[in-house]
């Protein structure tokens, strides 16, 4: 009881030192200043002591996103920058609609980033797809192989010459993505081969353990055919680390929506697999955001995976978005809005190295650059 008392107490002095300092008559000037310090981190708030302990409170609880001005820096070596991706290795690709490229420090000025090109062999010639890398950087597209079909194709590294790793007919929409692992354990990595996902349409869905390396093991594919509902459209495709579980982002320009969908992939190929509705926004979030509540669509649309969190992070223009799963319920997503940014999200992917951070590209033509985005 005595400690209870203390403990009371305690809190009762603090709440006083936060206090003490506060006053009605400044609530208009203190509410400005808390909307600047609150997007910085705690090292870069500079306010009154009463106004940095109640930052600190709310930052507590409530996640925020901030752009670290002092790491974005602007790409030297191709004009513009749509597509981003990162891997395990810690390396960063880009690609511009039509070449892939790697992100690497300049020697001679530390205030921007150099993208070598990776091969002469566009990567995009016949739609605007991302650039997909695994955890080896084995770079990964897919291109048209004859009149009627497709073949994924991939870049190993330091060769610029691609590789036909595997083929199949176009059924609908076609949508790619490879398991980077980034922040993943060095047993956890696949020995030999790389995991890719692919969507062809409205009925397919297939795992690939695609061989790198010749002599090694062979192509395993499973492939899932049998859903409960029909398939959404995905502008973008992301898998979780357990690869049950893929999230489709759709685009629906006629109704001015933009749906998340998650499939739950069964253990069997024989067993139906779930399609999951997860969340949606339209006309209505775009006001809540600050735009035209009639006629607007957002200029950027993107999404990524956080491995470390579980969690799948969602750009709309300037803003973001997370949906990740409950710990004690595996398949229970729940969403919150992180916060805005400064910049467009054209693309976005998870930071290769640091925790809590993603990178971000913002598609302008002629002085790209690439932003360091840390989660608060």
């Not at 922040?183 to 956890?188: G, R, T, V």
């Not at 925790?355 to 840390?374: R, T």
Request: proline share 4%; charged share 25%.
């Amino acid at each position: 009881e005595e400690e209870e008392v203390e403990s009371a107490q305690e809190v009762r002095q603090h709440i006083e030192r936060v206090c003490k300092d506060y006053s009605v008559a400044s609530l208009g000037k203190d509410w400005k200043t808390m909307q600047k310090i609150l997007g910085r981190p705690d090292s870069k708030r500079v306010a009154a002591p009463h106004l940095m302990a109640v930052a600190r409170i709310i930052r507590a609880y409530a996640p925020n996103v901030c752009v670290m001005d002092e790491a974005t820096k602007p790409i030297r070596g191709c004009d513009r920058a749509f597509r981003i991706s990162s891997n395990y290795e810690g390396k960063v690709y880009i690609s511009d609609f039509e070449f892939a490229y790697q992100v690497v420090e300049d020697a001679k000025n530390d205030r921007v980033w150099n993208a070598q090109l990776m091969s002469n062999h566009a990567i995009c010639r016949h739609d605007a797809s991302s650039v997909y890398v695994d955890h080896g950087s084995h770079v990964y597209f897919h291109e048209l192989s004859s009149f009627k079909n497709e073949a994924l194709m991939v870049f190993a590294p330091n060769k610029p010459a691609p590789k036909r790793t595997l083929q199949y007919k176009p059924l609908g929409d076609r949508c790619v993505y490879t398991d980077s692992y980034c922040h993943a354990k060095a047993k956890e990595l696949p020995q030999g081969y790389s995991v890719v996902f692919i969507k062809n349409g409205n009925k397919h869905l297939s795992l690939n353990k695609i061989p790198i390396a010749a002599g090694g093991p062979k192509l395993v594919r499973k492939e899932w055919t049998k859903f409960d509902e029909k398939l959404p459209n995905a502008e973008y495709l992301v898998m979780n680390k357990r690869h049950d579980a893929i999230f489709c982002l759709t685009c629906d320009l006629e109704r001015y929506q933009i749906r998340l969908s998650c499939v739950l992939l069964s253990k069997s190929v024989k067993n139906e697999s779930k399609v999951k509705f997860v969340k949606q926004w339209e006309d209505f979030d775009f006001e809540a955001m600050g735009y035209p509540k009639d006629g607007f669509w957002p200029k950027a649309i993107s999404m990524c995976y956080l491995r470390d969190q579980n969690a799948v992070c969602v750009g709309i223009q300037k803003h973001l978005f997370m949906i990740a799963e409950n710990p004690n319920e595996k398949f229970d997503y729940y969403t919150y809005y992180l916060g805005n940014t400064t910049c467009l999200l054209y693309d976005i992917c998870e930071h290769p190295t640091k925790k809590n951070a993603i990178l971000a590209v913002d598609g302008v033509i002629k002085n790209c650059k690439l932003y360091e985005i840390e989660i608060l």
